[in-house]
């Protein structure tokens, strides 16, 4: 059951970033009005976002350099809500500033539960 519980939850966390960077490559030019305007550069900073998540993605998915991968991640989310999702969120709109922040935690949870290198952290190494 352990295994099935773990299997499903990686993939559960994984795949919704595969499709998130899929999206940011596809629709790179509408998506760089979200980079803040004092930031040079917005189209690339969409496609490296896209990037990122895709590699987050196939790390966590195949289960090679997922700690990295996973601070990585939790590191740009937090970025993302400190600069992109904070502004509205002291106008009242708190739920992409809060979406961000929860999946950034769980990336930190779950590179927390891998060891050394990047595998899964099964008890059995």
Excluded at 19 to 39: E, K, S
Excluded at 57 to 64: D, Q, R
Excluded at 77 to 88: K, R
Aim: proline share 4%; charged share 10%; hydrophobic share 55%.
């Amino acid at each position: 059951m352990d295994w099935i519980n773990s299997t499903l939850s990686r993939w559960l966390y994984a795949l919704p970033f595969g499709v998130f960077g899929i999206l940011h490559l596809l629709n790179a030019n509408m998506m760089a009005g979200y980079v803040p305007g004092y930031i040079p550069g917005g189209v690339f900073w969409v496609y490296l976002t896209g990037l990122g998540f895709l590699l987050a993605c196939i790390s966590i998915l195949i289960e090679k350099e997922t700690r990295l991968a996973c601070n990585l991640l939790a590191l740009m989310l937090l970025i993302f809500a400190l600069t992109i999702h904070l502004p509205s969120a002291l106008e009242g709109d708190m739920t992409p500033f809060l979406k961000d922040t929860a999946l950034a935690g769980a990336a930190l949870f779950i590179a927390g539960q891998q060891h050394g290198g990047g595998g899964a952290a099964t008890g059995t190494e």
